[in-house]
């Protein structure tokens, strides 16, 4: 018999959180056994210098002088001083200037804050310290710039070292919250990070956080505040166009509404200048993307033959619910919509009401899947029963399994249920968490033996990532432009080893990177310039607008021009000879 797994090791985040915390909760005892240390070592040696005929050794007189050692008074004695007389005489000046230290960065925290965010560049401002804020905040400033970057970025500049790429590059980050009994304030500011209170649509507020020298904005409150400080930020800055230090200021707007986000997100390519880009994000369409990659509905490859076709079971047509099959559904449609319908089996008090919302929301969804609507509550006699399951017949058997209901009990409890059914057949069952913590923690520790096919998939921990958050459209449509330019020179012949910028775009070359960025920025104002505007549109199967031979001339030479500045300002200089 093979010995069970060790638990996985708790994040190295994790690890240094809690000895932070350990740190903090034994810090003041540590100080206070040191001052009175401190007053007894002093109070033995003044009483052996005073045996010695050198004042009066009563104990008092002793004391009192022992105590004046913290002011820097009566350590001046005439040698020989005792040994115990002379550690105090420097432990007690220690012991003093670290808690007035500590006692005035309190007081005085709010200006030390300020001054260290004038010395910032191209730092984060988060709007807003709920869950999604509080965890993208302190994500942030775990990965915030350490010395031997700083010493690694001046070596650079100097000609001494190679620069950075730009891969991972941390950020310094600031949290505006305008609640000051927020217990996230806290939290954040022990991680690292600099907390501004104040109301975030205030001008004011966003000019203490640094927001002229910012490279992103992010608004995490409800969609309202959200849109409200895009627009006060972008009004400060077209008003003072001088106090703008670097490149635009890309303005991050969480929308919670996955309708309103699909509808907005044109304003990506055509809401933006040399000041001001926003960015629209919504965090569980991110959710949702890395919990299908992660826990595939249909791993197999297309085109490949199996006895059991996928059939996907989904518990909870919540948000989070919806997007996962619209988002599932897409996939099955672009790349095996050939083997027929997807097979979906959707379990919820209203489900036959939201399937019908939904495919009249997305015309094609009804032609990539098959959907079996049951409704019903999770707590009911006819989710108990399981006779949506399929398990009587392998071709009708649910092949995975998404708890996606918004009560974590519920949803872990359901997720149990249906887990004891499938465990026969070792088919995975994933259910929606809120955090790592808690039920997550159980999943991946103590219960992951117990209940091996039963996953846990904390939902803000992996949405509120910032590489998610961050990206937005612009990184899309830039990924999107490499992978079309390495697939057209790859086809004549050329390599990455050859040419440098063929290689995937997560080993990219920084400068590389930023001109495919740059093109996705100028893809909206190539657009606007031939009379095209970029909608967004649900029918997954419409045919793209073909583009006329003059219209792919003149985007061709807009793209060039652009390319030609972005190269020229960038200190290239054109050559006849071999490009160097």
């Given at each position: 018999m093979s010995a069970a797994a060790p638990p996985p090791a708790p994040p190295k985040s994790r690890r240094r959180r809690g000895r932070r915390a350990a740190l903090r909760d034994y810090e003041w005892p540590v100080v206070w056994v040191i001052a009175f240390l401190t007053l007894v070592l002093g109070a033995w040696g003044f009483w052996l210098w005073a045996a010695r005929g050198g004042g009066d050794p009563r104990l008092p007189e002793v004391t009192y002088r022992s105590l004046q050692l913290f002011v820097l008074e009566s350590g001046d004695v005439p040698p020989p001083v005792p040994w115990p007389l002379q550690v105090a005489r420097f432990l007690a000046p220690m012991v003093a200037v670290y808690t007035a230290s500590k006692?005035?960065?309190?007081?005085?925290?709010?200006?030390?804050?300020?001054?260290?965010?004038?010395?910032?560049?191209?730092?984060?401002?988060?709007?807003?310290?709920?869950?999604?804020?509080?965890?993208?905040?302190?994500?942030?400033?775990?990965?915030?710039?350490?010395?031997?970057?700083a010493w690694r970025r001046l070596l650079a500049r100097l000609g001494l070292a190679r620069p950075a790429d730009g891969r991972g590059t941390p950020r310094h980050v600031v949290a505006i919250e305008r609640h000051p009994g927020n217990p996230a304030i806290t939290a954040c500011r022990e991680s690292g990070a600099v907390v501004v209170e104040g109301d975030a649509t205030d001008p004011r507020t966003l000019e203490r956080a640094g927001l002229a020298r910012a490279d992103f904005l992010v608004a995490l409150c409800d969609d309202g505040t959200n849109a409200e400080i895009a627009m006060q930020a972008s009004d400060w800055l077209h008003e003072q166009p001088g106090r703008r230090e670097g490149g635009p200021l890309r303005c991050v707007v969480h929308l919670f509404d996955p309708e309103l986000w699909e509808l907005l997100r044109q304003q990506e390519t055509t809401g933006g200048d040399e000041l001001f880009r926003l960015q629209l994000c919504n965090v569980l369409d991110g959710a949702a993307r890395v919990l299908l990659a992660r826990h595939p509905p249909f791993p197999r490859p297309a085109g490949a033959t199996a006895e059991r076709p996928p059939h996907v079971l989904l518990v909870g047509v919540g948000r989070l619910?919806?997007?996962?099959?619209?988002?599932?559904?897409?996939?099955?449609?672009?790349?095996?919509?050939?083997?027929?319908?997807?097979?979906?089996?959707?379990?919820?008090?209203?489900?036959?009401?939201?399937?019908?919302?939904?495919?009249?929301?997305?015309?094609?969804?009804?032609?990539?899947?098959?959907?079996?609507?049951?409704?019903?509550?999770?707590?009911?006699?006819?989710?108990?029963?399981?006779?949506?399951?399929g398990l009587d017949d392998s071709r009708t058997r649910v092949s995975i399994a998404y708890v996606c209901l918004g009560d974590e009990p519920l949803a872990v409890t359901a997720a149990l249920s249906l887990r004891a059914r499938l465990a026969p057949f070792a088919l995975p069952v994933v259910v929606r968490l809120a955090e790592e913590g808690g039920f997550a923690r159980l999943l991946a520790g103590g219960w992951r033996r117990a209940f091996p096919h039963l996953h846990g998939f904390p939902l803000l921990d992996e949405a509120c990532r910032p590489e998610l958050l961050l990206a937005g459209l612009r990184e899309a449509l830039a990924r999107a432009a490499h992978a079309a330019y390495r697939r057209l020179r790859e086809a004549q012949g050329?390599?990455?080893?050859?040419?440098?910028?063929?290689?995937?775009?997560?080993?990219?070359?920084?400068?590389?990177?930023?001109?495919?960025?740059?093109?996705?920025?100028?893809?909206?104002?190539?657009?606007?310039?031939?009379?095209?505007?970029?909608?967004?549109?649900?029918?997954?199967?419409?045919?793209?607008?073909?583009?006329?031979?003059?219209?792919?001339?003149?985007?061709?030479?807009?793209?060039?021009?652009?390319?030609?500045?972005?190269?020229?300002?960038?200190?290239?200089?054109?050559?006849?000879?071999?490009?160097?």
């Open positions: 006692a005035l960065a309190v007081i005085f925290r709010g200006q030390l804050e300020r001054a260290r965010v004038r010395t910032w560049r191209g730092h984060v401002v988060v709007c807003g310290l709920g869950r999604k804020g509080e965890r993208l905040t302190r994500l942030l400033a775990e990965r915030r710039p350490r010395r031997w970057w619910g919806e997007t996962l099959l619209v988002q599932a559904a897409r996939a099955w449609w672009r790349e095996r919509r050939g083997e027929g319908r997807l097979r979906v089996t959707v379990v919820d008090r209203v489900a036959g009401e939201r399937m019908a919302l939904l495919t009249q929301r997305y015309p094609r969804l009804a032609e990539a899947c098959g959907v079996a609507t049951v409704d019903a509550d999770t707590r009911s006699p006819q989710f108990e029963r399981g006779d949506f399951l050329e390599t990455p080893t050859a040419n440098p910028s063929l290689a995937p775009w997560d080993d990219l070359d920084a400068s590389y990177r930023e001109s495919s960025l740059q093109h996705a920025d100028h893809l909206g104002a190539k657009l606007r310039w031939i009379g095209r505007e970029p909608v967004p549109t649900r029918d997954w199967g419409a045919a793209p607008e073909e583009l006329t031979a003059e219209e792919v001339e003149l985007l061709a030479r807009a793209e060039h021009e652009r390319f030609v500045a972005e190269r020229l300002a960038a200190g290239w200089r054109w050559t006849s000879g071999p490009k160097d």
